[in-house]
């Protein structure tokens, strides 16, 4: 199993930056796939980005094109979420998620598709 704790959350005016962290401990982070997800008030729980064990390969929703970078650092088991040009619509608590993935398999934008979640950090961004 792996254990995920996100941090980096914060409120930030429409326009601005922020990067989460998400720390993973337990088995070891390369075995497993990274997704970041977010929830807003009262909607559901929705995909934001994905990236492969070994980073080679990257999927992001069509709402973070172009604005969110995802990455991780293996050796340091971390994962990050880059968020630039944040607009009010972004925000929502934002979660890690990991898949355990030995093998090569295609990147999963599904909910269902994560056992291992973190707790969630808020961002809130103001107009």
């Known amino acids: 199993q792996v254990q995920l704790i996100e941090s980096g959350g914060g409120l930030l005016q429409a326009g601005g930056s922020l990067r989460l962290s998400c720390a993973a401990s337990?088995?070891?982070?390369?075995?497993?796939?990274m997704a970041w997800f977010r929830q807003a008030l009262g909607k559901e729980r929705e995909f934001v980005a994905a990236?492969?064990?070994?980073?080679?390969?990257?999927n992001y929703a069509d709402s973070a094109k172009g604005r969110f970078t995802i990455s991780r650092d293996n050796a340091k088991n971390m994962g990050y979420l880059q968020m630039n040009s944040l607009k009010p619509e972004d925000t929502a608590v934002y979660y890690c998620?990991?898949?355990?993935?030995?093998?090569?398999?295609?990147?999963?934008?599904?909910?269902?598709?994560?056992?291992?979640w973190g707790q969630g950090t808020q961002v809130t961004v103001s107009s």
């Open positions: 990236i492969n064990p070994s980073a080679s390969r990257i």
């Open positions: 337990g088995r070891p982070f390369s075995d497993y796939a």
């Open positions: 998620a990991a898949d355990f993935t030995p093998f090569p398999a295609p990147l999963r934008v599904g909910v269902s598709n994560y056992a291992y």
